[in-house]
């Protein structure tokens, strides 16, 4: 059990971790690049980024990294009280909480959302930056989340 534990704990900090970068990064400077171009340029570039996202190694890496938190919770949960177990359990919801369901709940539905929109329509210019706020905020806390899992899970290979 401990050689499963470990390795689901260094896949977790391994996705963890290039989650937290690739959140890191839309936050510090993608998203302030898209919205200096013309709103028309810059729905587009998000339009084309979330298809990509969604089709590529990124969704595998994302996924993979869930499953991976799922089962260190799962087999951590019945012995929390321990330091390394408990790492695990706090490690392993951060991400599937702050980073996958925040995800699914907040930035996935503005996807969607701007999937739908025409970037040559007369209210794309408010809807974009509507958009681009609201998708930004949530993108910091999937940073944050990331960065905490990382550390915590972390912690816990000791």
Request: overall charge positive; proline content about 3%; some cysteine.
């Amino acid at each position: 059990m401990e050689t499963v534990l470990g390795v689901l704990t260094w896949g977790a900090v391994l996705g963890c971790g290039l989650m937290a970068g690739v959140f890191f990064a839309f936050s510090t400077f993608v998203m302030s690049g898209l919205t200096k171009l013309p709103a028309a340029r810059g729905i587009a570039a998000m339009q084309a980024i979330n298809v990509s996202a969604v089709s590529g190694l990124f969704i595998a890496a994302f996924i993979g990294t869930a499953l991976a938190c799922a089962g260190l919770v799962v087999l951590s949960v019945g012995t929390w009280r321990e330091p390394v177990s408990f790492a695990r359990v706090l490690g392993g919801a951060a991400f599937l909480l702050g980073g996958f369901a925040v995800t699914a709940a907040f930035n996935v539905p503005r996807n969607d959302a701007l999937a739908t929109l025409n970037p040559d329509s007369a209210d794309a210019a408010v809807a974009w930056a509507r958009y681009a706020s609201g998708w930004t905020a949530w993108n910091h806390v999937r940073t944050v989340a990331c960065l905490a899992a990382t550390v915590l899970l972390t912690r816990a290979l000791r």
